[in-house]
Every structure is written in C-alpha cells, then in structure tokens.
C-alpha cells in the first residue's frame, strides 16, 4: 500500500494510537496535524531526536539547517520555531509535511527526492539532521562521513534504539570530530566541526 497521509485526530478517534502516545504530545505540542502511514505503520516525531535536534539547534543556533527523511516536518518546524530562517526538507514522502508546513512556506522548501541522490548534489547547510528508517541507517552514516563538507557546524543521524545499535557505536567511538548520545532509548551521533566541541560536550551533558 502506497503511504499517504492520515489525520493526527482520526488517529486519535480509531483507536490506532493513544491521546497519551509521546508521538501525539510532541504533534500537538509542534502543531503537526497530519502524520504519515506506511502499512499500517504510523511514522511520527519521537521524543529522543526532537529533544536531540531542539538542544543542537539552540546550542549551535543555526542559519540553515537540512532536514533529512523528514516525515512528518516535525524538525523542520521545530527549526523555525528555533529561529532558523533556512530550512530545507528532504523525503520521497512528503504529503504530510505540506500540509503541516503550508503556513510556513516562505521559510521551508519542500524537496520530494531520494536523500542519497539528494545528498550528492551541491548542498551546504550549518546543522545536518537525520531521522532515517533503521533499514537506510548504515547507508546514511556513512554518506554522511563521505560528504561531511555539506554541514558547516554539524549533522545529528539517529542510530537507531540503544539496545539495538551497540555495533554502530563501536564503529564511530575514536573517530575524531563524533559523539554518540543516548536520549528517551534511542541513541545518536553528532559529528560537528573543529571549534565547536565545547557546545557538543554541553548538548551531550544535558541529554544525558
């Protein structure tokens, strides 16, 4: 079945997700009315990576900030709720977000694209952020690591649930300019920019 966008509110009226869900909080708390369903699966903006990126975002606060498979538009609306004037929105799936983002438009473009064939264009951002399916994880880390010259100050990639993500941190723990931070069960890497490791250490001290 082809995703497609569902009403948060109908969501809430069938029974397929509960008023109480941390997904639902966080919509309504964003104002994002429409959420994407894939299968049956209801994709929706998590504790863990909206409190990463909002720490991220006021930390290092940003000019632009590029939002990969990004859903819903939870983080490109929190980015411009944070101020940011340059947000760009990256997803093969991007109906829900035009309708959470139609009021925000002169602020946010919209790019229905492969993020991979996104990411081998010229492109440039301050802060990178990354919410991919666990499936896209391994493959989006290390285009990230090829192409770290498309983020000026730094990029946040989710790894995936703790539990499951001990291997990737194995991986990235030693390397230079990358820190992984656990947040609500989930846990992330930053890589960032020679200069900033002050404010990273500081992102990580509050999260953790």
Sequence with gaps: MRPRPVKLSWLIRSGRISPMSPIVLIAEKLGI???????????????GIIEASDLLIRALKPRSVIDLFGGSGSLSK????????????????????????????????????????????????????ADPPEELIDKTVNAVISRREVFRKAALIWLGPSGRSRRRIGLLRGRRMVEVVSAWGDSFAIFWKPGLRSEIMRVKLMLE
């Design 33 to 47: 009315s429409w959420l994407m369903i894939f299968d049956e699966y209801v994709y929706g903006p998590t504790p």
């Design 78 to 129: 929190l980015a411009m709720r944070n101020g940011v004037k340059n947000v760009t929105y990256v997803d093969m799936y991007p109906e829900a977000a035009k309708l959470n983002l139609a009021d925000h438009m002169n602020g946010v473009r919209i790019i229905k694209s492969d993020v991979f064939s996104f990411l081998e264009g010229r492109i440039e951002c301050d802060l990178l952020l």
